[in-house]
């Protein structure tokens, strides 16, 4: 069980408030991902639901109880740390057990749990190496053990991955994504990176300056992003927007067309302008294209192997159909 | 890159430093035993020959020996007692962010710049005097009789002083250690549900425990060959006559160079002893 609810909750530091009121709801068994640029508030946020910073004004629930006032321990939520936070002095086996012997569990029952955990998570032949003696990815794997020991109602991932090189980061997501299958229960999970947004969440919470842009699973962002902020977060590369006479002719101050939602061609388009730098990764290629008198640089996904180079002209045409339209404001026009 | 001929050449240029540093040990340390296995009475009669180990047998069995081995041991423990508790507990109230924490760590280390005769005169006359002592009025400020702290509780004051001095050394090196401590250690551990207590001593004192070795490893090399301390103050009496004290008692007051050599070689071995215990104890810390 592990309902979180967040009631008007506001967070100052000082005289600088980094949450303005903000209402969320975290249904049981959910993924749900907090995403944004450095700084707008997302791991203060996750720190306010763990309890490690007090609550301003508002209140938090869990499980429908409120536990503004609860300290950390006895929220029932375990936390996953971006540096993992293992105790280098301890193995592996009482990192994991270290929860269970402050809960005053019998030594049966932690054993059974440590063999437990490190079962799931592949950690056995390492119980009894430091944390100095694993390598990356293992010692985040201990740090996901000594929160699952604890049968939480929540887990906490604070960017549990970014310390990670890319492909162990690949391998890790897709580990906590069966894990959260596994155990469904809920977890929060704070990320910068859209891409472990998009591949791992039910639920993206897209943060900019302690305001929540908008909430929905990640077709409904990518598909409906509700502003400039949000269709300009989500989705890699980044949406292409086009002002003026352009925009304009669609009925609004901004557009914006996803790179693979533009057709490439040597002979004939809507647009035009020319290759400046072109990436081939074998199953798509991407194109920054300049001098389209459109804005300053258009970026173009084609299928497979496209063989334009540098300072070719090519031709543009985007898919009518999923061009967005924004107003003055920045807001999605319907 | 290391070749040959750069590492003959660094062979070379460190040569006389190592000459140097080994002269600086090495004659100090034969001219001891020289004189340990000699009767040398500089104003009664000078170089009287050779006695063998009649020096050693008499500094043993004289009736100051053992009392002097038990001082000496009760003054580095209980400074090295003192030390390591209150800079565990000043480390981790420094370690809090507070208004003038520049100013207040330059103010907490001020007493290790002090000389140790200087600082032992100030609290000789300042604080410890029966009648004109801040503490001599304090007592009476509470209706109390004021004691002449040196001459009733002399061991006491010797160590009262001897930590002063230390304590801000022992501060500064775990100060240095509990910065380091990752914070979300702590807070991984609040998670868990650590209290305060058991967060202190399952998070906070083992990442100390390096340097708490260090402090008590250099402290103790410190403490066995205090001196000015006991010189000003008591000058050896009152039960506070250290191993030094009394090799130096030997050789000045009584003119026995001889004696006091071999007062000098039981000293080196104490110091081992005491080396290979801590060692044994705390060594281990520093591996890894």
């Given amino acids: 069980m592990g309902r979180i609810q967040l009631k008007s909750v506001t967070k100052s530091f000082g005289d ?21 640029p450095s ?25 429908g109880s409120d536990a503004t006032d609860v300290p950390p ?32 569990l019998d030594q049966a029952e932690i054993d059974k749990r440590v063999e437990g955990a490190a079962g799931v998570l592949n950690l056995t032949d390492y119980l009894d190496r430091r944390p100095g003696q694993l390598s990356g990815g293992q010692r985040q794997r201990v740090a996901i053990g000594r929160a699952i020991v604890r ?90 927007f086009i002002e003026g006479p352009e925009a304009a002719k669609h009925g609004a101050q901004t557009i914006g067309i996803r790179p693979e939602h533009i057709t490439v061609s040597e ?47 090519i031709h543009l045409t985007p898919r009518a159909d999923v061009i967005h339209r924004f107003d003055a404001k920045g807001l999605r026009i319907e | 890159m290391a070749t040959q001929h750069s590492r003959s050449v660094a062979r070379l240029m460190m040569a006389p430093a190592v000459v140097l540093l080994l002269g600086w040990m090495l004659v100090p340390l034969t001219m001891t035993l020289y004189f340990s296995f000699k009767k040398y009475l500089p104003l009664r009669g000078g170089d009287l020959g050779w006695v063998g180990f009649d020096n050693y047998v008499r500094f043993v069995s004289s009736s100051s020996f053992w009392p002097a081995v038990q001082a000496t041991l009760m003054i580095v423990g209980g400074v090295l007692m003192i030390t390591v508790v209150l800079g565990i507990l000043l480390a981790m109230l420094l370690d809090q962010p507070m208004w003038g924490q520049g100013v ?60 002063w001095q230390w304590l801000p050394f022992a501060t500064l090196i775990l100060l240095t250690a509990i910065q380091s401590l990752d914070s979300e250690q702590l807070e991984a551990a609040e998670m868990d549900g650590a209290p305060v207590l058991k967060r202190f001593y399952h998070i906070v004192l083992p990442h100390l425990s390096r340097a708490i070795t260090i402090v008590i490893l250099i402290q103790t090399i410190f403490l066995l060959s205090i001196f000015a301390e006991i010189f000003v103050t008591t000058g050896g009496a009152f039960g506070t006559r250290t191993l030094t004290y009394l090799i130096f008692q030997r050789v000045l007051e009584s003119q026995n160079v001889g004696l ?17 215990f801590l060692m044994r104890i705390v060594g281990k810390n520093l591996d890894a």
């Fill in chain 1, 73 to 104: 321990a006895k929220r029932g939520l375990a936390m996953v740390f971006q540096s993992y936070a293992l105790y280098p002095h301890m193995t592996v086996r009482k990192n994991i057990a270290f929860p269970l012997r402050m809960a005053k």
């Fill in chain 2, 104 to 163: 207040v760590r330059i103010l907490v280390i001020a007493p290790f710049f002090v000389m140790p005769t200087v600082s032992a005169l100030v609290w000789k006359n300042m604080f410890m005097d029966p009648v004109n002592g801040l503490l001599a009025h304090l007592w009476r400020f509470f209706g109390a009789e004021p004691i002449s702290w040196l001459s009733e509780a002399s061991m006491t004051s010797i160590i009262m002083i001897v930590s």
């Fill in chain 1, 39 to 63: 700084g707008c508030g997302k791991s203060t946020l996750l720190r306010l639901i763990a309890g490690l910073e007090d609550i301003t004004s508002g209140s938090v629930d869990i499980d």
């Fill in chain 2, 260 to 276: 006091g050599s071999a007062g000098g070689v039981y000293a080196i071995i104490l110091a081992n002893i005491v080396a290979i």
């Fill in chain 1, 151 to 240: 049968e939480p109602a929540a887990f906490l991932f604070d960017e549990p991955l970014s310390n990670l090189d890319a492909a162990l980061r690949v391998g890790m997501r897709l580990e906590i994504s069966e894990l959260h299958e596994r155990l469904a229960t809920t977890m929060i999970y704070v990320t910068h990176d859209q891409v472990e947004a998009m591949t791992m969440a039910d639920k993206i919470v897209v943060l900019q300056a302690g305001v929540i842009e908008q909430v929905g699973s990640p077709l409904e962002l990518y598909r409906t992003p509700r502003n400039l902020f949000v269709a300009g977060f989500i989705g890699s590369p980044k949406m292409n």
């Fill in chain 1, 16 to 36: 600088v408030q980094v949450i303005p009121p903000l209402d969320l709801t975290i249904e049981d068994g959910e993924f749900t991902v907090f995403v944004g």
């Fill in chain 1, 267 to 313: 002979t004939e388009g809507e647009w035009s302008g020319v290759v400046s730098v072109s990436e081939h990764l074998g199953s798509d290629t991407f194109f920054h294209v300049h001098e389209t008198g459109l804005a300053e640089t258009i970026t173009v996904r084609a299928d497979g192997e496209v063989g334009f180079r540098h300072g070719d002209r």
